[in-house]
């Protein structure tokens, strides 16, 4: 079914920036589809970063990333990006991709948040340190 794929992590410095990937294959019985990066850190639950819609390209940001991070796509290539730049150290965390067939309301991620139960699909996780 639908598999998810990411990569990029690493270790940088507070202040720096840092580009994780996602490939998304699978999307076979519903072209939209719902995307998503999510993050956990240390002792802490998983948060939603950032939720999107592939049909009209609706974005949430989570207050603490809003600004700093950034999601793009090349359909070329079927993945996903979070850029991110201004890393601070609480932004420490495994990096999550999900993605979900289907799609809400247009402009759905405009105006709302996003829930980690919406997503059926989630890739390994990669490791992102930000330290001096």
């Known amino acids: 079914q639908v598999q998810v794929v990411e990569s990029g992590g690493g270790l940088v410095q507070p202040g720096e920036s840092l580009r994780l990937s996602c490939v998304v294959s699978g999307f076979t019985s519903d072209p939209r589809h719902t995307l998503g990066w999510f993050r956990q850190a240390p002792g802490k639950e998983r948060e939603a970063v950032s939720c999107f819609s592939s049909s009209d390209g609706s974005t949430y940001y989570s207050n603490s990333v809003k600004g700093r991070f950034t999601v793009s796509r090349d359909n070329v290539k079927n993945t996903v990006y979070l850029q991110m730049i201004s890393l601070k150290v609480e932004d420490t965390a495994v990096y999550y991709c999900?993605?979900?067939?289907?799609?809400?309301?247009?402009?759905?991620?405009?105006?709302?948040?996003?829930?980690?139960?919406?997503?059926?699909?989630w890739g390994q996780g990669t490791q992102v340190t930000v330290s001096s």
């Open positions: 999900a993605a979900e067939p289907g799609v809400y309301s247009d402009g759905y991620y405009d105006n709302y948040g996003c829930d980690e139960a919406d997503f059926g699909s």
